[in-house]
């Protein structure tokens, strides 16, 4: 059993310290935390040393027995037990002599008021210094996290729940806060308080503490049981949690269709099977939880009946003095205490340490997208892009290649259009381009320079993105439209409105480039929101750009009006179109034909309807239509 306990909180240690690698800043606090909690400690037991002469002030009666204390002169204060239980005998026995008993009571009680005011005082100071510590850390963990989420590629996305991602980074991250943070105080305070009493009762008397010491593991085994089954349960109920947000955010996003498919009851059923689950392993959570506390308390008392057998033994048989007995037993009460409150905190510890594993799971998660040690400078774009040599799949290893052999020449200036059937690998190419992906063989080239080994942020400086839907956020006008253009003014943000037409429907707003247009823009129409988002690519005035067939989901009126501000932010720039709708594409210097991840057919439209192959099935189908 102590084997088990051994290795079960070394195991939970090994992952606390995994959280506490965020207190590196704040070591600071720490250090005077630590000071502050051992000063605590020796103000109790120095309060502890005080009950002896206290005892001995009610239980002796005789006076002769204070002389025969004066008599032998005023001792020495010293490091051990004995010095400075006979300087308090001293002191006492002047004071009852001289003055009384009484008054002696009266000082004994002042003197220990002052005493425990001090241990108080102590233990203040020290959880004042550990707030900051633990607010910190948990800021600087929310920090990493949306880092994090920030970095990763988007194909991380694509495999996992938004809810659960969600429950990670709000939930997770609040079950760290309450359950580890909570609990540094007794994880700093606590050991520093078993060690200093435990260095006293084995000065007292090792005989019985090396009894202790050996029954103590053994409890501990027991707590670390429950501990480790407390991790399984709350690991499956944040599981349950994040199944919970990942409905409720697909809900919210799914209203329109719910309501007009009279599909409410089917996902409140949903809904509630799995709120049913979640709050059922809560419950056995909560249980383990509560169990660990009485428990430790129950074998703290049995550990505590133990001693007083043993001692007594002991003091019966004179191999142990009565007065030093009862210090032993009122010092190792006091390590109850502390013992009760870290195993507690153990448990809390196990319970958060759970939602560290699954906070693990982003902060840990594989960055694909990544820079080399000393990327190459591309601040601007002079001649060409070129996809040479191209292939990619999502996973490695697999053969199943979304994009193949790829050779593809974009000089400056031309305009380049994407068509074929869904599933082609259109998005997926164009997606090359600003590294949202990258090439599983081959290399896309900016200039000659291959973008991997360029600064990241300096290749997407380069590039406006306008996509099928609008990514808009919640916020102003204003913002939205000098969004990734810091430092932009209100008549700059005014001109690339005029240019994308949202010019006279901004103005028509009651708060005009100031209002706030809702959640992912839901307070414009379609075709607003397309020109807010032209608007934001107009602004930023790159010299490539990604046009994902930014006019299919339009009305006829809204197509021509984004179609126009698109002819506008496309003059003197290099663009890579995706279409569906060829009529919006037959302008274009080159379009490239694709078909099950290649390249099948490329020239201009009348080349390609001349040519009778595919490109002009599509665009005798779209004709047909």
Same mark, same amino acid.
């Given at each position: 059993?102590?084997?088990?306990?051994?290795?079960?909180?070394?195991?939970?240690?090994?992952?606390?310290?995994?959280?506490?690698?965020?207190?590196?800043?704040?070591?600071?606090?720490?250090?005077?935390?630590?000071?502050?909690?051992?000063?605590?400690?020796?103000?109790?037991?120095?309060?502890?040393?005080?009950?002896?002469?206290?005892?001995?002030?009610?239980?002796?009666?005789?006076?002769?027995?204070?002389?025969?204390?004066?008599?032998?002169?005023?001792?020495?204060?010293?490091?051990?037990?004995?010095?400075?239980?006979?300087?308090?005998?001293?002191?006492?026995?002047?004071?009852?002599?001289?003055?009384?008993?009484?008054?002696?009571?009266?000082?004994?009680?002042?003197?220990?008021?002052?005493?425990?005011?001090?241990?108080?005082?102590?233990?203040?100071?020290?959880?004042?210094?550990?707030?900051?510590?633990?607010?910190?850390?948990?800021?600087?963990?929310?920090?990493?996290?949306?880092?994090?989420?920030?970095?990763?590629?988007?194909?991380?996305?694509?495999?996992?729940?938004?809810?659960?991602?969600?429950?990670?980074?709000?939930?997770?991250?609040?079950?760290?806060?309450?359950?580890?943070?909570?609990?540094?105080?007794?994880?700093?305070?606590?050991?520093?308080?078993?060690?200093?009493?435990?260095?006293?009762?084995?000065?007292?008397?090792?005989?019985?503490?090396?009894?202790?010491?050996?029954?103590?593991?053994?409890?501990?085994?027991?707590?670390?049981?429950?501990?480790?089954?407390?991790?399984?349960?709350?690991?499956?109920?944040?599981?349950?949690?994040?199944?919970?947000?990942?409905?409720?955010?697909?809900?919210?996003?799914?209203?329109?269709?719910?309501?007009?498919?009279?599909?409410?009851?089917?996902?409140?059923?949903?809904?509630?099977?799995?709120?049913?689950?979640?709050?059922?392993?809560?419950?056995?959570?909560?249980?383990?939880?509560?169990?660990?506390?009485?428990?430790?308390?129950?074998?703290?008392?049995?550990?505590?009946?133990?001693?007083?057998?043993?001692?007594?033994?002991?003091?019966?048989?004179?191999?142990?003095?009565?007065?030093?007995?009862?210090?032993?037993?009122?010092?190792?009460?006091?390590?109850?205490?502390?013992?009760?409150?870290?195993?507690?905190?153990?448990?809390?510890?196990?319970?958060?340490?759970?939602?560290?594993?699954?906070?693990?799971?982003?902060?840990?998660?594989?960055?694909?997208?990544?820079?080399?040690?000393?990327?190459?400078?591309?601040?601007?774009?002079?001649?060409?892009?070129?996809?040479?040599?191209?292939?990619?799949?999502?996973?490695?290893?697999?053969?199943?290649?979304?994009?193949?052999?790829?050779?593809?020449?974009?000089?400056?200036?031309?305009?380049?259009?994407?068509?074929?059937?869904?599933?082609?690998?259109?998005?997926?190419?164009?997606?090359?381009?600003?590294?949202?992906?990258?090439?599983?063989? $081959? *290399?896309? %080239?900016?200039? @000659? =320079?291959?973008?991997?080994?360029?600064?990241?942020?300096? #290749?997407?400086?380069?590039?406006? &993105?306008?996509?099928?839907?609008?990514?808009?956020?919640?916020?102003?006008?204003?913002?939205?439209?000098?969004?990734?253009?810091?430092?932009?003014?209100?008549?700059?943000?005014?001109?690339?409105?005029?240019?994308?037409?949202?010019?006279?429907?901004?103005?028509?707003?009651?708060?005009?480039?100031?209002?706030?247009?809702?959640?992912? $823009? *839901?307070? %414009?129409?379609? @075709? =607003?929101?397309?020109?807010?988002?032209?608007?934001?690519? #107009?602004?930023?005035?790159?010299? &490539?750009?990604?046009?994902?067939?930014?006019?299919?989901?339009?009305?006829?009126?809204?197509?021509?009006?984004?179609?126009?501000?698109?002819?506008?932010?496309?003059?003197?720039?290099?663009?890579?179109?995706?279409?569906?709708?060829?009529?919006?594409?037959?302008?274009?210097?080159?379009?490239?034909?694709?078909?099950?991840?290649?390249?099948?057919?490329?020239?201009?439209?009348? =080349?390609?309807?001349?040519?009778?192959?595919?490109?002009?099935?599509?665009?005798?189908?779209?004709?047909?239509?």
């Amino acid at each position: 059993m102590p084997f088990l306990a051994g290795n079960s909180i070394f195991a939970a240690m090994k992952n606390l310290f995994g959280v506490l690698k965020y207190v590196n800043g704040y070591w600071r606090f720490g250090i005077w935390n630590i000071v502050f909690n051992i000063l605590s400690v020796v103000f109790g037991v120095f309060s502890l040393v005080m009950i002896i002469p206290f005892l001995q002030l009610l239980i002796t009666e005789q006076d002769s027995k204070y002389q025969e204390i004066i008599a032998k002169g005023k001792p020495v204060i010293g490091a051990s037990l004995e010095s400075l239980s006979g300087y308090f005998n001293y002191e006492l026995s002047s004071l009852i002599v001289h003055e009384g008993k009484l008054y002696a009571l009266v000082c004994i009680c002042v003197t220990g008021a002052i005493v425990f005011f001090f241990k108080n005082l102590f233990r203040y100071l020290g959880m004042f210094f550990l707030a900051p510590i633990r607010n910190g850390v948990v800021k600087d963990l929310r920090n990493s996290i949306y880092k994090k989420s920030l970095e990763l590629p988007l194909s991380y996305y694509s495999n996992e729940r938004k809810g659960d991602i969600m429950s990670r980074i709000t939930s997770d991250v609040q079950e760290v806060e309450w359950s580890v943070m909570s609990s540094l105080e007794m994880i700093f305070r606590d050991p520093i308080n078993i060690l200093i009493l435990l260095g006293v009762i084995i000065y007292v008397s090792p005989t019985l503490t090396l009894f202790v010491v050996i029954l103590l593991p053994m409890s501990a085994g027991l707590i670390s049981l429950i501990g480790k089954s407390l991790k399984r349960s709350s690991s499956k109920a944040k599981q349950e949690l994040g199944t919970l947000f990942s409905i409720m955010e697909e809900t919210l996003g799914g209203l329109r269709i719910i309501k007009g498919f009279n599909a409410e009851e089917k996902m409140k059923t949903r809904f509630n099977t799995v709120n049913e689950q979640y709050t059922r392993q809560m419950v056995h959570t909560y249980r383990k939880v509560d169990l660990a506390s009485p428990m430790s308390e129950f074998l703290g008392s049995v550990i505590m009946m133990l001693v007083m057998y043993l001692g007594g033994r002991m003091v019966f048989g004179l191999q142990l003095d009565g007065k030093a007995f009862i210090f032993y037993v009122i010092t190792f009460s006091q390590i109850i205490t502390p013992a009760k409150t870290l195993t507690g905190a153990y448990s809390n510890v196990q319970k958060g340490l759970a939602s560290m594993d699954r906070i693990n799971m982003i902060l840990k998660a594989e960055n694909t997208i990544t820079e080399i040690p000393s990327p190459k400078p591309i601040r601007s774009f002079e001649k060409e892009i070129e996809y040479r040599d191209v292939f990619f799949a999502y996973t490695k290893g697999d053969n199943g290649y979304v994009l193949k052999n790829i050779n593809l020449k974009i000089e400056k200036g031309k305009t380049i259009a994407l068509v074929g059937q869904s599933g082609s690998g259109k998005t997926t190419l164009a997606d090359m381009l600003p590294r949202f992906f990258d090439t599983t063989k $081959g *290399s896309v %080239l900016i200039d @000659g =320079q291959d973008i991997k080994d360029a600064r990241l942020s300096e #290749v997407r400086a380069l590039m406006g &993105i306008v996509t099928q839907e609008s990514i808009l956020f919640n916020d102003t006008v204003f913002n939205n439209i000098a969004f990734g253009t810091p430092g932009a003014t209100m008549e700059q943000v005014i001109e690339a409105a005029k240019i994308a037409n949202a010019h006279d429907f901004i103005s028509q707003m009651e708060d005009g480039y100031q209002q706030n247009i809702g959640d992912r $823009g *839901s307070k %414009l129409s379609g @075709g =607003q929101r397309q020109r807010m988002s032209i608007a934001r690519a #107009v602004l930023k005035n790159p010299p &490539i750009l990604i046009l994902d067939e930014a006019t299919s989901a339009l009305d006829t009126e809204s197509e021509r009006l984004v179609q126009d501000a698109l002819n506008k932010l496309m003059q003197n720039r290099t663009s890579v179109v995706i279409a569906h709708r060829l009529s919006t594409i037959q302008h274009a210097d080159e379009i490239i034909v694709m078909q099950q991840g290649e390249i099948v057919e490329r020239g201009k439209h009348a =080349q390609l309807i001349e040519k009778a192959g595919v490109y002009r099935k599509l665009y005798d189908m779209q004709s047909f239509s």
